[in-house]
């Protein structure tokens, strides 16, 4: 959701901007623009619509210089037109900033500038910035310090000044920024993917801060204006992650690298002997889990779907009670709170706004805090107490795919040390451990599946309007899951139920051809589903089921069975969506849509 580069160095900036925001495209946008800081001038460029329009324009009007800011928007305040793309100026043109979030007091603030004679060129929030930023006078670094006050809401900003054109500043509240610390150069971004090529040597800002970037030094200051000393961190990821090596989507590359994420996640949480599983670095102390008695856990979209997985995990194995919200509503909701409770907020990015809230909200009343995240660093990284990392490496299509699969195996690994931590690991601890280290191997077979099995369910599927997702008990959120994939990169409208509710209104929808996909592995309630696909085989639908390739009772009320190796009813959430994954990609691309970037998507949802 919006991306944000800055850079200032020796090498030409336009392509070092374009370049950075390509790298960012994956987050979602629908306008681009930059800023090129001459010798004493600004020179803007703004496209709509993709970052080809934008290139197409920096080729036909060269700009020279070795600083700049560069933007992709997704639209808040304002339809996605160019007069509306960032950067946005101030009235003298002196000032030009960059802009991810949203800022509440927009119409307090637009009043106050009209009132004092401003003329308003665009209907952004980000314009504001500019024009309270040109409106101070002085180094940019200060006038910053004096706007960051009169800012409520959530923002990441970068900024330039025609009178500095070897600084850019950077200031957030909300959003993250982070800066790459290079040789004789320096770069701003919002997300590391964009400077990863660059260097991997990154400061992050936290809430409040700004930083002064120049190409030989960083100043990093608080909201008081007092300098802040900060370690500079080295990522372990590289560059090559974020490449799509020989794969046509980013997509299909990260549903391809899920056996090597789970491998590496399981191994992460593994004792040395692979005996037990370690958390040490958790950090949670005796006296804390001696009084945890509860848990909840919050997240959105794709991560709230392992939320609901990790509920059946953890209730049965350590006993807690568990409960899963939506981050959105928890925020709101007036959550029981207190220190018998752990909170986990559970988000790929680090980044989602509500989720950060919900965080924060449960902090506030006590709860121990811990997060299940793929980025180090990031917000609810540095915000949680205890942490666990999912080893997924960077994921950059829109539809989370591996770092879903990775986030189950984290949360297994969790429920696993408190079961240990309250005295209950037995032999089933043993065979889960077993089955973990295997779940690679389950994986591969499913990559390795005939993709004839593909082109029917493709078939089916790419000519449906509706279709409903149906699974029961641990495999219900993973029918919510394949339903969500299938809805967000086809466009297909795909309602995820539990089985056993179906006939009390969906079943209304089910004509003949109505395609019904159902995750058919074997649990305990598989006779009971299959009785459920019998009731929408009779109305006419045209069922698709994961089931096991030697689940003859399912071949037999299937269309078309997508075959999944057996594993313990715990750990099939992981495998058996797998092939709903491929089935919406394979969906997707028949349809000839773009799978990396859906529309109206963003990768990490800065804003509530
Ligand atoms: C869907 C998807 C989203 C995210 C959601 C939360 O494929 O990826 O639903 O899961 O926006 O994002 P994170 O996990 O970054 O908090």
């Known amino acids: 959701m919006c991306g944000i580069i ?6 030409e900036v336009v392509p070092v901007i374009l370049d950075g925001l390509g790298r960012l495209e994956y987050r979602g946008y629908d306008s681009a623009g930059m800023a090129v800081l001459g010798a004493d001038s600004i020179r803007i460029l703004r496209a709509e619509g993709k970052l080809r329009n934008l290139e197409q324009r920096a080729y036909h009007e060269p700009m020279h210089g070795t600083t700049g800011i560069g933007h992709t928007r997704w639209a808040t305040h304002g339809a996605p037109t160019e007069a509306n793309a960032h950067p946005q100026v101030d009235a003298s043109g002196d000032i030009a900033v960059v802009h991810n979030g ?16 401003v003329e308003l060129a665009s209907d952004t929030d980000t314009e504001l910035i500019a024009q309270l930023l040109g409106r101070e006078s002085g180094p940019l670094g200060e006038r910053v310090l004096r706007v960051m006050p009169l800012l409520v809401g959530q923002y990441a900003v970068v900024a330039v000044c025609r009178s500095e054109p070897d600084t850019v500043v950077a200031f957030r509240q909300g959003p993250p920024l982070v800066v790459g610390i290079g040789e004789g150069e320096n770069t701003v971004a919002s997300d590391v993917t964009a400077l990863l090529h660059r260097t991997r040597k990154v400061l992050y800002l936290e809430n409040g801060e700004f930083a002064v970037v120049r190409a030989d030094g960083v100043e990093l200051r608080d909201a008081a204006g007092a300098p802040v000393e900060r370690e500079v961190e080295t990522l372990d990821w590289d560059a090559g992650r974020v490449e799509k090596g020989g794969y046509r ?11 090597d994420a789970i491998r590496n996640t399981v191994r992460a949480y593994l004792d040395a002997d692979r005996s037990g599983v370690n958390l040490d670095g958790l950090g949670f102390s005796t006296e804390q889990l001696g009084k945890l008695r509860r848990i909840h ?45 752990l909170l986990i907020g559970v988000t790929q990015s680090g980044e989602t706004a509500d989720t950060l809230a919900a965080m ?20 609810s990284w540095r915000l949680a ?10 994921e950059i299509g829109v539809a989370s795919t591996k770092a879903f699969t990775t986030q189950l195996v984290a949360l297994v690994a969790l429920a696993l040390a408190l079961r240990a931590s309250r005295g209950l690991a037995d032999e089933l601890d043993r065979k889960l451990i077993t089955d973990l280290q295997r779940l690679p191997m389950a994986v591969e077979e499913v990559l390795r599946t005939d993709r004839a099995f593909y082109r029917l369910g493709t078939d089916i599927l790419s000519e449906a309007t509706d279709t409903l997702y149906l ?15 299938l809805k967000e990169i086809s466009y297909i409208h795909a309602e995820g139920y539990p089985a056993g509710e179906m006939k009390h209104g969906p079943i209304a929808l ?3 051809g109505f395609p019904v996909v159902a995750v058919a592995t074997a649990t305990a309630t598989r006779d009971k589903l299959l009785g459920n696909l019998m009731e929408v085989k009779a109305r006419g639908a045209t069922v698709l089921a994961v089931a096991e390739s030697d689940a003859d009772d399912v071949a037999e009320v299937a269309e078309l069975v997508l075959p999944v190796p057996a594993v313990h009813p715990l750990l099939q959430p992981v495998v058996a969506v797998v092939p709903l994954q491929l089935l919406a990609y394979n969906v997707a691309v028949e349809l000839g849509h773009d799978v990396d970037q859906p529309r109206n998507l963003a990768k990490s949802v800065t804003v509530e």
């Not at 800055?6 to 090498?11: A, E, P």
């Not at 107490?385 to 960077?394: D, F, K, V, W």
């Open 297 to 341: 856990l919050v997240a959105c979209g794709t991560s709230w779907h392992s939320c609901l997985v990790a509920k059946f995990i953890l209730e049965r194995l350590t006993g807690l009670p568990t409960e899963v919200d939506y981050a959105s509503e928890y925020r709101y909701r007036d959550p029981l709170l207190g220190d018998d409770l």
């Open 510 to 512: 089910v004509t003949d």
């Open 471 to 485: 699974g029961r008990g641990i495999l219900y959120p993973i029918a919510l899951e394949g339903a969500l994939k």
């Open 360 to 379: 924060e909200l449960a902090v506030r009343g006590g709860a121990l805090l811990a997060t299940v995240c793929n980025v180090r660093g990031s917000s």
């Open 249 to 259: 989507h980013f997509m299909l590359k990260e549903i391809f690298e899920q056996p």
């Open 6 to 11: 800055g850079y200032v160095g020796t090498d």
């Open 385 to 394: 107490t205890s942490r666990m990392l999912t080893q997924a490496g960077p």
């Open 102 to 117: 949203i800022l509440e007091n927009y119409a307090g603030l637009r009043r106050e500038l009209l009132q004092d004679g």
